[in-house]
């Protein structure tokens, strides 16, 4: 035997293409998400402009780029240079040389990506940009097609997937009562965050259907994982079980990168053999006794070294799985390495969506010309079809499915308001509709709305998706000050 054939996975070299390729995909999305909408949200003149946040930090606990300068032209360079690696890994450029070029180039994008995240505030703060950023790290070190799959790094990216959906089966048995009674799936599909275009129809599934769901997200999350780590041809078919429930995910909702990660992930288990059986396209090793380029010893000595690392900063989510007081979507280093997931925890039973409006009336009285902003994502005309956006992210549409949740009287928020006041073309260009066309509001407000799903019935009489109701106005009407109004 071959002293590092323990070592080598040569049968896994399709999930290894999918592996890379996949992570790249998703980092071109994510900097080109952050390309559109950083500069607006975060830039020198957003909502929450980084360089006040860096003045105010004197020392970043986080590594960043940003951290000594921040400019939108920067911000840009960054990503364009993010968009430029990671579109040559989905072609597979780096992968055609030594193992430590596309090491490098994966690890370019954790570090650009990281440097974004680290300075992106409320409007980073979600688990998929952590979870992106472990990925980065880890497939770089699957080497290239010059040698084979190091199989220390697949346990490790099967690790990854599980401490995903275990952690996010956990976080729901600690959670809401809902998940326990089989009840969550009652309200998910209308009160999630950003619903998708098939989002009402799985509202509208019977509720035994609902409870199926449950108890069917349940078993994907708390017992399939284990069987990740089995012998083929289980560990293949427990990760077909993990991508056909996060299909079911991407058809039913908005949840940005979060589920085609994990179906990335769940290649880490498919080996080529068994690939090959069920989807017969799927090339695999002529034969399978013919000799494959051997692992060199520097690279084996890499790969192993960082295996080391990861597995001990293994300790914290372990640990943290174990806890009671099991925290969610959290990092226990400044490297973002080997962190804890979860979502969901416990479930909305109502959906209060704010809406936001303007008038040109002198006087911001109930019956003036108020014109609603019509955002991309969220739910706000009744009438309108929710699009499917994922796994692209609408950072500022998803902020406003918090505030009802939270507080409205969120800094960025008035930030907002204040940017439609001065009718700011980049945070204009955020909105799926400018009800003024370009042209300044007198005054804007915010309302509280009850949204819920129409039944079949009202759709077919009314034309309806959506049934609201107003609650209250959550923020008086607001001016600019008279010296800065156009024309005065």
């Given at each position: 035997m071959d002293w590092v054939s323990w070592f080598e996975a040569p049968d896994y070299e399709f999930a290894r293409q999918v592996l890379q390729r996949g992570t790249a995909t998703l980092y071109f999305i994510a900097f080109l998400s952050s390309l559109n909408q950083f500069p607006a949200l975060l830039g020198e003149h957003g909502l929450l402009p980084v360089p006040r946040y860096v003045d105010g930090h004197r020392i970043l606990r986080r590594p960043s780029l940003f951290r000594w300068k921040y400019s939108d032209t920067l911000l840009r360079a960054v990503c364009a240079a993010g968009l430029a690696v990671s579109l040559a890994l989905v072609g597979g450029l780096p992968q055609l040389g030594p193992p430590w070029l596309p090491l490098a180039a994966f690890l370019v994008l954790w570090l650009l990506y990281m440097s974004i995240v680290n300075v992106g505030q409320t409007f980073y703060g979600f688990g998929w940009e952590m979870l992106l950023l472990e990925m980065g790290f880890t497939v770089g070190f699957l080497g290239s097609d010059q040698t084979p799959p190091p199989r220390t790094i697949l346990v490790l990216l099967v690790w990854l997937l599980f401490r995903l959906e275990f952690g996010a089966g956990m976080i729901k048995i600690h959670g809401g009562s809902e998940w326990r009674d089989l009840t969550a799936l009652y309200y998910h599909h209308e009160t999630q965050p950003m619903p998708g275009p098939l989002s009402r129809q799985a509202h509208l599934l019977p509720k035994a259907m609902h409870r199926m769901e449950v108890l069917g997200n349940h078993f994907a999350q708390l017992v399939?994982?284990?069987?990740?780590?089995?012998?083929?041809?289980?560990?293949?078919?427990?990760?077909?079980?993990?991508?056909?429930?996060?299909?079911?995910?991407?058809?039913?909702?908005?949840?940005?990168?979060?589920?085609?990660?994990?179906?990335?992930?769940?290649?880490?288990?498919?080996?080529?053999?068994?690939?090959?059986?069920?989807?017969?396209?799927?090339?695999?090793?002529?034969?399978?006794?013919?000799?494959?380029?051997?692992?060199?010893?520097?690279?084996?000595?890499?790969?192993?070294?960082?295996?080391?690392?990861?597995?001990?900063?293994?300790?914290?989510p372990i640990r943290n799985l174990l806890s009671r007081g099991q925290l969610m979507n959290a990092s226990f280093n400044r490297w973002q390495l080997v962190n804890t997931y979860g979502a969901f925890g416990t479930v909305t039973r109502h959906r209060v969506e704010i809406v936001v409006e303007g008038t040109q009336s002198e006087v911001p009285v109930d019956e003036a010309d108020w014109r609603e902003y019509g955002f991309k994502g969220k739910p706000g005309d009744v009438r309108r079809l929710p699009r499917q956006w994922a796994p692209y992210h609408l950072r500022l549409d998803w902020l406003m499915w918090f505030l009802p949740l939270r507080t409205v009287h969120e800094e960025w928020f008035y930030a907002f308001l204040g940017k439609l006041l001065d009718a700011d073309p980049p945070t204009l260009r955020l909105l799926r509709q400018d009800p003024f066309d370009g042209a300044r509001p007198r005054w804007v407000r915010a309302r509280s709305f009850l949204y819920r799903f129409a039944t079949r019935a009202e759709f077919r009489e009314t034309g309806q998706r959506w049934i609201r109701m107003e609650l209250y106005e959550v923020i008086a009407p607001l001016s600019l000050p008279r010296s800065r109004r156009r024309g005065q």
């Amino acid at each position: 035997m071959d002293w590092v054939s323990w070592f080598e996975a040569p049968d896994y070299e399709f999930a290894r293409q999918v592996l890379q390729r996949g992570t790249a995909t998703l980092y071109f999305i994510a900097f080109l998400s952050s390309l559109n909408q950083f500069p607006a949200l975060l830039g020198e003149h957003g909502l929450l402009p980084v360089p006040r946040y860096v003045d105010g930090h004197r020392i970043l606990r986080r590594p960043s780029l940003f951290r000594w300068k921040y400019s939108d032209t920067l911000l840009r360079a960054v990503c364009a240079a993010g968009l430029a690696v990671s579109l040559a890994l989905v072609g597979g450029l780096p992968q055609l040389g030594p193992p430590w070029l596309p090491l490098a180039a994966f690890l370019v994008l954790w570090l650009l990506y990281m440097s974004i995240v680290n300075v992106g505030q409320t409007f980073y703060g979600f688990g998929w940009e952590m979870l992106l950023l472990e990925m980065g790290f880890t497939v770089g070190f699957l080497g290239s097609d010059q040698t084979p799959p190091p199989r220390t790094i697949l346990v490790l990216l099967v690790w990854l997937l599980f401490r995903l959906e275990f952690g996010a089966g956990m976080i729901k048995i600690h959670g809401g009562s809902e998940w326990r009674d089989l009840t969550a799936l009652y309200y998910h599909h209308e009160t999630q965050p950003m619903p998708g275009p098939l989002s009402r129809q799985a509202h509208l599934l019977p509720k035994a259907m609902h409870r199926m769901e449950v108890l069917g997200n349940h078993f994907a999350q708390l017992v399939v994982p284990f069987f990740l780590f089995a012998p083929q041809p289980l560990a293949t078919i427990a990760a077909g079980i993990v991508v056909f429930t996060q299909l079911w995910l991407v058809g039913s909702g908005n949840f940005a990168w979060l589920n085609w990660s994990a179906i990335v992930l769940a290649f880490a288990a498919v080996s080529d053999p068994v690939a090959h059986a069920v989807l017969p396209f799927i090339p695999q090793r002529p034969n399978p006794a013919a000799a494959v380029p051997q692992t060199p010893v520097w690279w084996l000595a890499v790969v192993l070294a960082v295996t080391v690392l990861l597995l001990v900063l293994s300790y914290w989510p372990i640990r943290n799985l174990l806890s009671r007081g099991q925290l969610m979507n959290a990092s226990f280093n400044r490297w973002q390495l080997v962190n804890t997931y979860g979502a969901f925890g416990t479930v909305t039973r109502h959906r209060v969506e704010i809406v936001v409006e303007g008038t040109q009336s002198e006087v911001p009285v109930d019956e003036a010309d108020w014109r609603e902003y019509g955002f991309k994502g969220k739910p706000g005309d009744v009438r309108r079809l929710p699009r499917q956006w994922a796994p692209y992210h609408l950072r500022l549409d998803w902020l406003m499915w918090f505030l009802p949740l939270r507080t409205v009287h969120e800094e960025w928020f008035y930030a907002f308001l204040g940017k439609l006041l001065d009718a700011d073309p980049p945070t204009l260009r955020l909105l799926r509709q400018d009800p003024f066309d370009g042209a300044r509001p007198r005054w804007v407000r915010a309302r509280s709305f009850l949204y819920r799903f129409a039944t079949r019935a009202e759709f077919r009489e009314t034309g309806q998706r959506w049934i609201r109701m107003e609650l209250y106005e959550v923020i008086a009407p607001l001016s600019l000050p008279r010296s800065r109004r156009r024309g005065q």
